[in-house]
Structures are given as structure tokens and as C-alpha cells.
């Protein structure tokens, strides 16, 4: 039910998360209480609500991703429901470790959780490996996608090279079955298009 006491404040503080100055705010707030009908209020506010809900962050790294992470799950999950955003990916540094807790976190109905691993592919393959490794990001559309995500992410520690002290997956296992059911995306600076403008020899490799 309508409410235009809860509606002003839901506007005001959506309005406070924007770069508007004191008086700005105020000059607003006081033309929606005094000019603005129900109707107009009430619309503002649901579009305030679907901006929210569109957004939603795909890389995050909890605290199982070591040096990189530091919250754990559940609060990171928590404060996303707070922003009023209702989906959530969790994408730590090479491992799945923190999928189990994710998976069986309480959030309320609706709430989709994406699972996720932010992979380091070797450049090389089995081999013939590279010293050379880049990062890339892998999303689970379904449950094929998810149990093909804990496959790569199993290859990186029984097949896989070790670089730098990190567990790569040569390139040859990403095979269009292998990433069936995932969704796959160019991650950070480190991912195969980054480093190609971080790194001047990168381009040939990258390729």
C-alpha cells in the first residue's frame, strides 16, 4: 500500500547516494513534498527500486580469495540486500572453497546467487606450457556450468602448472564442452584483453 511518508524518505535517500549538494537535496525534497501527487511520487519510487534491483556485482572476492578477499560471504551478501540489488556472484582467486557456505546461505525469496571462480588460464598447454598465465572469469548459467566450473577448477591442482605459486589450467582444457553452461568474461587487467595494453609482448601471446 502507498505511503507517501515512506516514499519521501525512500526518495531522500536514494537521493543522498548522489553527488547533489546540501541545498540541491532540500530544494527537491521540498518541490516533491509540496508539487508532487501520489501517482508521480509513487512511479519515482518504483523506478528507484528497479535501478537498484538491475545492477548486480558479477567479481567479488570473499575471504577465501587469500591477500585479495577480506569480508566473509555472508556479510558481502548481506550488504548487497541492503543496497536493495537481489543477485550476487562470488568469484574468488582459483578456488570454489567458498561456494558450499554461499550456496546454503538464507536470503530472501528471489534472491538468485551466481557461482563463479576467477581462473588463471596458462598461456601454454599441457605440453607445452608458459611461464605466463592470465586471469579470467567464469560465471554458471546452470548446473552444468556449475559442475564444469569445479572441473577447471580440479584441473588447475591435479593437471594443471604451477606459476608463481599459482595453480593454472592450460589453455587446451577449455574446450567448447568444458565451458558448456558457463558464461565467460575478460575478468580484471590481468585478463587476456587487459594485459594486452598492460603488457607491450603480451599481443602475440594473447592471441
Partial sequence: MFSRI?????????LKTKDLSSQKLADIMQEATNNWPD????KMCRCIVEEKNLFTHLHNHTDHSILDGVDPVKKMVERAVALGQNAFAV????VT???PDFRFLKTENGFKKIYGNE????LGTKEEPSNKYAHLLLLAKNTEGYKNILYLTSVAYTEGINVRAKATIPRDYFTKESLS?????????????GSIYTEES???EYN
Wanted: contains cysteine; proline residues 2%.
Fill in 6 to 14: 515512506n516514499a519521501l524518505s525512500q526518495l531522500e535517500a536514494y
Fill in 39 to 42: 501517482a508521480v511520487l509513487d
Fill in 91 to 94: 568469484t574468488n582467486h582459483g
Fill in 97 to 99: 572453497s567458498d561456494l
Fill in 119 to 122: 581462473v588463471y588460464v596458462n
Fill in 181 to 193: 553452461g558457463i558464461i565467460v568474461t575478460t575478468a580484471c587487467l590481468g585478463g587476456p584483453l
Fill in 202 to 204: 603480451a599481443t602475440e
